[in-house]
């Protein structure tokens, strides 16, 4: 067998193989043999009738087809063995140059390659802002706010009282081609001020201030210019009136802040118990979002000062699974892609190419940095921290109501395997981030080599996760803060119900 390596600009290899002339007849009698058993050929048993009568039967083209995929499957591997090849995943035949001899060419992918950027002299300033008493005092004000009786008041609107209105909006300056409707009639409800558990208020900031001293049935025009910082990037410089309608005013009736109303929030034994609780509640997660944007932006900052390189399949790979992952969540709107799509008047090959292609070459070349920076690292797993992180989920994962139980032995081992490598990965993960963060914000002290026995070290087929998200938050108390007063929902952007937010995919920060 001879064998021509050519290399490729897109991490690829060219690999023309040509074998003696006799494999050509191996393969072809191995075809006619298994034509011969397949087609049932009369008067023959399975797979007994002579080639030539298969060739009369069938014709020569089908039986040299079936040797090339016979031929193919058998050495494939050798050439790449003797080619010196690491493939990345499955290649492809792309040329039969001749059957006599044997010659064919095939385009192998090769597995990626990432030269880390020297990361431990990279710095970013860790400097996560405190919890204030003003951010405790507003959870204790949603709080009292949900619980709070709402009861009808015969006068006009005032600080505090819940309002029920329509508003609409139209651009007063519309551009060439734009539709002047922004926003059609729609419901809205409000809590006038401080009490309101939107600050941002919607249609834009200080709106509900809008709806003070104003009775059921009364109407009135606000003009609204949009500053360029606006947080409507589509409206920002534009001119809009809304129209706003009142249908009815209540007074908001708040229950007062003493040690039952706390007890009423959860086991708390009186109101400074519930401070505590929520002081405890908002600097964990102020500090697990904090982590989450810092890391994501040093891991960027790795990425785009390291080379990494990786054929086109593996980023086609990644689009699939992100497509997947869309329609999986559109599902759960009762969407398809096609319908999704039309809301937003886009082709599928352009939505393909300007959101779901950036997203998947992200995540890929994070997912191969976080990779390469965990071998690097030399970062292993303890075996008794991954068996008691196991049993531990198994038990969550058993006590979820919803969750069907495994009906025999082979059930069991399939759901231990899957919890198994999703909690190792969490826990490299985890390792990985908190390395990552300690050499970021500079420290990172590298530990003296001893001659301790290494910890064990798991070896799964899965990759390490790409997004920082996946990482798992530290244990809290089991005393939780109880939810906020309002439930909080993002304001769609005026003239949202014409343009349906994309749903987020694996890698959306």
């Known amino acids: 067998m001879k064998i021509e390596t050519e290399s ?7 690999l023309t193989a040509e074998f003696e002339p006799e494999v050509t007849e191996k393969y072809k009698h191995q075809a006619a043999r298994k034509i011969a058993k397949e087609a049932k050929i009369p008067g023959f048993r399975p797979g007994k009738a002579p080639y030539d009568v298969v060739r009369r039967l069938y014709g020569e083209k089908l039986i ?22 690491e ?21 192998v992918p090769l597995a990626p390659e990432v030269k880390l950027a020297d990361y431990h002299e990279m710095r970013q300033d860790y400097t996560p802002e405190s919890v204030t008493d003003e951010d405790v005092s507003k959870v204790f004000r949603n709080l009292q706010t949900g619980s709070a009786t709402a009861e009808p008041a015969e006068r006009p609107a005032q600080d505090g009282d819940l309002v029920y209105a329509k508003v609409s909006g139209i651009l007063t300056e519309p551009a060439e081609g734009e539709e002047a409707e922004l926003i059609k009639e729609t419901p809205l409800q409000v809590i006038i001020g401080e009490n309101n558990p939107d600050p941002d208020d919607f249609p834009f900031e200080g709106f509900s201030k809008q709806l003070i001293g104003m009775a059921p049935a009364e109407q009135k025009k606000i003009p ?16 809009v009136e809304f129209t706003l309608t009142v249908e009815s005013v209540k007074a908001m009736k708040l229950p007062e802040m003493n040690d039952e109303f706390a007890q009423s929030m959860g086991d708390f034994a009186n109101l400074d118990d519930l401070r505590k609780n929520i002081q405890t509640q908002l600097e964990l997660n102020r500090s697990n979002e904090y982590d989450q944007k810092y890391l994501n932006e040093f891991i960027d900052k790795i990425v785009k000062e390291s080379t990494i390189e990786y054929p086109p399949q593996m980023l086609a790979d990644e689009e699939k699974d992100i497509l997947e992952d869309i329609e999986h969540d559109l599902s759960h709107q009762q969407l398809d892609l096609d319908t999704y799509l039309k809301t937003r008047e886009m082709e599928k090959d352009v939505f393909i190419e300007t959101e779901v292609r950036p997203s998947a070459k992200k995540r890929l070349e994070r997912s191969l940095v976080l990779e390469q920076i965990a071998q690097a690292e ?33 059930e069991m081992r399939t759901m231990t395997n899957a919890v198994t490598i999703q909690t190792a990965n969490q826990l490299l993960n985890r390792q990985i981030m908190d390395r990552l963060k300690a050499i970021g914000s500079g420290k990172f002290v590298p530990a003296q080599e001893t001659a301790t026995e290494p910890t064990a070290e798991l070896k799964s087929e899965s990759e390490l996760p790409a997004e920082v998200e996946s990482a798992p938050a530290p244990a809290v108390e089991e005393k939780s803060a109880p939810e906020p007063a309002a439930e909080e929902k993002s304001e769609p952007e005026p003239g949202a119900e014409k343009e349906q937010t994309s749903p987020e995919s694996p890698d959306t920060e």
Do not use: T
């Open 8 to 14: 490729r600009d897109d991490h690829q290899v060219k």
């Open 64 to 85: 040299e087809e079936q040797a090339v995929e016979l031929l193919v499957d058998d050495l494939y591997p050798q050439i790449l063995k003797e080619a010196g090849v």
């Open 87 to 107: 493939p990345a995943g499955a290649g492809q035949l792309e040329n039969i140059i001749s059957m006599d001899p044997p010659k064919f060419s095939f385009i």
């Open 224 to 239: 609204y210019a949009y500053p360029e910082d606006s947080k409507y990037e589509k409206l920002r410089g534009k001119k």
């Open 378 to 410: 030399k970062i292993e797993l303890d075996r008794k921290e991954l068996e008691k992180a196991v049993l531990q989920n198994m038990a969550e994962l058993q006590n979820q109501p919803n969750q069907p139980k495994p009906r025999n032995n082979n």
